[in-house]
Nanobody
Framework: QVQLLESGGGLVQAGGSLRLSCAASGRTFSSYHMGWFRQAPGKEREFVAAISKEGGSTHYTNSVKGRFTISRENAKNTVWLQMNNLKPEDTAVYYC?????????????????WGQGTQVTVSS
């Protein structure tokens, strides 16, 4: 099993930056692809970014390409989401998730483990 704990959310003005962190427990962190998802009030949870087990491949939803960067360090059992040029529409609870499947996936229900989420609020 993997336990995930997000941190780094907060309130930021449009155009600002935040860096989210997700710390994982356990010794098998490198066995999981890692993803970031977000959920705004009244909306479904949506895919934001994913990174492969060794960090060699990444995938982003179109709305964050060029603004967000996902990265990981397996020795630290940590994955990050660097968010630049934030927009009010980025406001949501952000979740990290772990997936044991062989390929990167973008569908929330296919991920095996989830953190509790961290709130990101972008003011205009």
């Amino acid at each position: 099993q993997v336990q995930l704990l997000e941190s780094g959310g907060g309130l930021v003005q449009a155009g600002g930056s935040l860096r989210l962190s997700c710390a994982a427990s356990g010794r098998t962190f490198s066995s999981y692809h890692m993803g970031w998802f977000r959920q705004a009030p009244g909306k479904e949870r949506e895919f934001v970014a994913a990174i492969s087990k060794e960090g060699g491949s990444t995938h982003y939803t179109n709305s964050v390409k060029g603004r967000f960067t996902i990265s990981r360090e397996n020795a630290k059992n940590t994955v990050w989401l660097q968010m630049n040029n934030l927009k009010p529409e980025d406001t949501a609870v952000y979740y990290c998730a772990a997936d044991r499947f062989v390929a990167l996936r973008t569908v929330a229900h296919e991920y095996d483990y989830w953190g509790q989420g961290t709130q990101v609020t972008v003011s205009s």
